[in-house]
């Protein structure tokens, strides 16, 4: 026991050393662009704390809870309409770095580059209540696992939707953090939010950076939160 979790702290420390390296590099990039005032932005220690968190939850999650909900929605979801299982789409993640996002599929085929809406035809009836309990998004804990993502950040936007981000400076600092299964945006009605909204309100995050506020994002998240992004 003692073993495996000496393995962990050292696999994540290295890790976030290599995070670490990375962002002073997309750092002095981004400033010999823009001439931006200073920013506060994650510590090491934050960084190794909240990467342990994120390997050990999703590791359980993985484990347990994950393979249940693949037997059970994945015959609901089969039977209900047409298409995979798991819905797979590129992401933009750390670092500005593409990765391919898992969820449960709610959507009929053909409907992975589109907008969607509340109560959006696109969406099955399955698909609906998946969204609405976020069911949907257990796969990505296994985006979790492999470093792509964490449990609380900023939403990873699409790649097809990141240009109406890329216009705004500030988009830069979204990149200094794993994108989220859910954020600070996801408890706040983030699918009525504007571009400059959402972005307002990870920047607030990025800026109260606390374990306490990731254990209050996620409560808010199973309560009260809209369907994510």
Same mark, same amino acid.
């Given at each position: 026991? /003692? ?6 702290? @050292? ?17 002095? &990039? /981004? ?9 506060? &932005? ?19 999650? %993985? ?13 609901? $979801?089969? @039977? ?20 391919? %996002? ?35 998004? @257990? ?13 609380? +950040? ?11 981000? &890329?216009?705004?400076? &500030? ?11 859910? +954020? ?25 950076? /606390? ?6 994002? $996620?409560?808010?998240?199973? %309560?009260?939160?809209?369907?994510? /992004?």
């Amino acid at each position: 026991m /003692y073993l495996l979790l000496g393995v962990i702290v @050292f696999f994540v420390w290295k890790q976030e050393m290599q995070a670490a390296r990375d962002i002073s590099v997309l750092r002095k &990039e /981004y400033l010999s662009h823009y001439k931006f005032k200073t920013w506060k &932005e994650p510590s090491l220690f934050f960084r190794f704390l909240k990467r342990f968190t994120d390997l050990v939850v999703s590791l359980i999650v %993985c484990i347990t809870i994950l393979p249940i909900l693949y037997i059970v929605l994945g015959l609901i $979801i089969k @039977f209900s309409s047409e298409g995979p299982i798991i819905f797979r789409q590129k992401r933009v993640g750390l670092m500005g770095r593409e990765f391919t %996002c898992y969820k449960f599929r709610s959507m009929y085929l053909n409907s992975d580059n589109l907008t969607i809406t509340r109560n959006d035809s696109h969406v099955t009836s399955v698909g609906r209540f998946i969204r609405k309990t976020h069911l949907d998004e @257990f796969p990505q804990f296994i985006n979790v696992l492999k470093g792509d993502m964490s449990l609380v +950040g900023p939403r990873p936007f699409a790649v097809y939707a990141v240009k109406e981000f &890329e216009q705004i400076p &500030e988009y830069f600092q979204r990149l200094l953090l794993r994108p989220g299964i859910t +954020g600070m945006a996801q408890i706040n009605s983030g699918r009525t939010l504007s571009a400059e909204e959402v972005l307002k309100l990870d920047l607030q995050y990025i800026s109260n950076f /606390y374990c306490w506020n990731d254990c209050c994002i $996620i409560a808010k998240t199973l %309560c009260f939160a809209d369907d994510a /992004y």
